[in-house]
């Protein structure tokens, strides 16, 4: 068996954890701070149904960037976190009522920089389930989940390319549309990122 051939339903959140802490041993260099405006996204996981799900929201129209479009709960870090960590967990809660104490924090990815020019630092977590989910009207149009084992079938995923006006080109994620929620953008390449982490991908995909 490959490393890249994997079933959800037998990874336990030891596995994962000790994936992301290799992971991150691994790209050292990708995790050093960049100049910019910080934020940090959550990567909700729970368990349920006897299989992984991870867990989205849909953006509302009201807010300033990326409206309507399917992410993660997080946003930018503000003078009073003391970190990464503590931004997403204020800012999970504020967006869907998430308390920190239903959260256990397992890792994260790597940076990404953002068409917004936010540097995004997204955090890997396992969360209760369920919780009280209170949406916050003006950030948040939806809450739903996505199992794991859907988004690692590659037959979910499509590739399309992109090209700039100035000829670089650049490789775009799109998922097979789930419950009519349709996850691309840098949300979807956070995704097939811990995707290839937990082993569901291989690392040139």
Same mark, same amino acid.
């Given at each position: 068996m490959s490393d890249f051939d994997n079933s959800a339903a037998t990874l336990t959140t030891e596995d994962i954890r000790s994936r992301l802490d290799a992971y991150c041993r691994g790209e050292s260099g990708h995790l050093q701070p960049f100049t910019g405006r910080k934020a940090s996204v959550l990567i909700p996981l729970y368990w349920d149904g006897d299989e992984w799900h991870v867990l989205f929201t849909r953006r509302s129209e009201g807010v300033n960037d990326h409206k309507g479009q399917v992410s993660f709960p997080g946003g930018? =870090?503000?003078?009073?976190?003391?970190?990464?960590?503590?931004? =997403?967990?204020? +800012?999970?809660? +504020? +967006?869907?009522g998430l308390e920190a104490g239903d959260v256990e924090i397992l890792g994260r990815l790597k940076d990404y920089i953002t068409i917004s020019h936010f540097v995004v630092s997204p955090i890997i977590a396992r969360i209760r389930w369920p919780f009280q989910i209170r949406i916050n009207p003006g950030e948040v149009d939806r809450v739903f989940s996505i199992p794991l084992a859907y988004l690692g079938d590659r037959k979910n995923i499509e590739i399309r390319t992109y090209?700039?006006?100035?000829?670089?080109?650049?490789?775009?994620?799109?998922?097979?549309?789930?419950?009519?929620?349709?996850?691309?953008?840098?949300?979807?390449?956070?995704? =097939?990122r811990l995707l290839k982490v937990l082993g569901f991908l291989e690392k040139n995909y």
């Open positions: 930018a =870090v503000e003078a009073g976190d003391r970190n990464i960590y503590q931004a =997403v967990l204020r +800012e999970a809660n +504020e +967006e869907i090209t700039f006006s100035d000829g670089q080109t650049t490789r775009l994620f799109y998922f097979a549309p789930y419950d009519g929620e349709l996850v691309w953008g840098i949300t979807a390449r956070m995704t =097939v």
